[in-house]
């Protein structure tokens, strides 16, 4: 499915990529102590600029580890030129991680995507799909305790990291995922079954529902894994 055919369903919005490490966040940064974590949030498609459907989760997460911080990554999130918003994503997701680690090396860090975001996040530990931009460096992994995607569209099937009751992969289904796979402890990779875009699916249904509906399972797996 192409980016013309995802506009028919009416999804787009409003944003933009700053190049700055402030733009990024829109905030100052706040290095993060003991087991509370730094959320950055990837929004999905059309969802207003700022963690959108996303936190919802943050907010469970930062319930549950007093201290943790949660910014908005800020990119387009347009389906109007999909492969550049994703990819301008990647680009300022990796600054973010690389930005914040070198300003707070002690402290943990959680990634959140949904849908365009939920790619995002993969894209920039496992290489981006639609450019030649690499992983993010090893370097730079290291404080990055949980990474959990709600319904990317590049989801493969029968990873040991999938969750959800999804038996396909996603439209733009991940080439190679031998760098994500590294991060199989850290990662939960969920999509429901006919999905439209994470399952190949016919529906739009699981799609818009899935955060609401594994809200709690994905802040629970972070914060097990910021307490481990």
Known sequence: MHTSTLLTLGLATLGSAAPTWRSLFGRQNTCVTGNAVYI???RGSTQAVGEGSLSSVSTLIKNALPGSVSVGLSYPATLDNYETS???GVINLK??????????PN?????????????????A??????SS???????YTKNIVAAVSFASPAHVAGKSY??????????????????????????????DSNDLFCDSGSSLTPHTQVVSK??????NFAIAKAKA
């Open 214 to 219: 594994y809200a709690s399972a994905g802040a």
């Open 86 to 88: 994703e990819n301008t």
């Open 133 to 139: 931009e690499a992983a993010l460096a090893a370097t």
């Open 162 to 191: 999938n969750a959800g009751t999804s038996t396909k992969s996603g439209i733009y289904k991940r080439a190679k995922t031998t760098t994500l796979d590294t991060y199989a402890s850290r990662l939960d990779d969920i999509c």
């Open 95 to 104: 600054k973010a991680i690389t930005s914040y680690t070198t300003s707070c």
């Open 125 to 130: 530990l496992g290489g981006a799909s639609f």
């Open 40 to 42: 950055i949030s990837a």
């Open 107 to 123: 402290s943990k860090i959680v990634l959140l995507g949904y849908s365009q975001g939920g790619q995002v996040v993969g894209d």
